[in-house]
C-alpha cells in the first residue's frame, strides 16, 4: 500500500541515538598504524590535507582521473578548421607534498622482502604429534587410527608429518618435550 503525502515526508526523530556520545566519537583522534605516518600526522588538519600533505592519495579518482570518452576522441582527432589539438590534461592546482620522507619511507617497506616464517596450526601440531608418538613412521596404521578425522590416507599423513619436520621451531619443541618425558 502507497503511503500518503503526509507519511513520506515527515521524519521521525531517532531516541535509540546518543548523539553525545557520537559527536565525542567523532571527534577522537585517529589510530595510525604505520609509525612514520603518525608521527608526520597534523591534528588540526583533515585527513585529506594531511595524506596530501605527506604526498599521499585521498581519492584516487581524484589523484588520477579518466578522462572522458569523448574527451579522449577529441584528442585523438584533430580540428580540422584550425589544425589544433584539443588538451584533456587535468586543470587544477597541485601542492607540493611538505612531508615527502613518510612516502619514500612507505615505498622503502613496500619494496623489502618479507620472508614468512612457516607455521602450523596447533590442532595440525597436536595430529602430528599424537600419530607420531602413537605410531612412529607406520603411515598405514596412522590412516587406519579413530583419530583420522579427514580420512588421509597414508600418503597424506607422511606429507603432513614431513611438513611438521621441516618447521624447525615447532618441530624442536617437540622433540625437547619428547626428550623431558624419556628422562623423568
Request: proline share 4%; with cysteine; hydrophobic share 25%.
Amino acid at each position: 500500500m502507497a503511503k500518503n503525502k503526509k507519511q513520506r515526508g515527515r521524519q521521525k526523530f531517532d531516541y535509540a541515538k546518543d548523539r553525545k556520545k557520537q559527536w565525542k566519537k567523532s571527534k577522537k583522534k585517529v589510530k595510525i598504524g604505520h609509525r612514520g605516518v603518525e608521527a608526520a600526522w597534523d591534528d588540526r588538519k583533515s585527513v585529506s590535507q594531511n595524506l596530501r600533505d605527506m604526498g599521499l592519495s585521498h581519492d584516487v579518482n581524484k589523484t588520477i582521473p579518466l578522462p572522458k570518452t569523448r574527451d579522449m576522441m577529441a584528442k585523438v582527432y584533430q580540428d580540422k578548421d584550425e589544425g589544433m589539438e584539443v588538451d584533456v590534461s587535468p586543470s587544477g592546482k597541485s601542492k607540493k607534498a611538505k612531508k615527502l620522507h613518510v612516502m619514500k619511507q612507505l615505498e622503502q617497506e613496500a619494496n623489502t622482502p618479507q620472508e614468512g616464517i612457516p607455521r602450523l596450526s596447533t590442532e595440525m601440531v597436536r595430529y602430528c604429534t599424537y600419530m607420531m608418538d602413537k605410531y612412529g613412521e607406520d603411515y598405514v596404521a596412522m590412516a587406519r587410527d579413530v583419530k583420522n578425522y579427514y580420512q588421509d590416507t597414508p600418503k597424506q599423513i607422511r606429507r603432513k608429518i614431513m611438513r611438521f619436520k621441516s618447521i624447525p621451531d615447532q618441530y624442536q619443541e617437540y622433540l625437547k618435550q619428547k626428550e623431558t618425558l624419556m628422562s623423568s
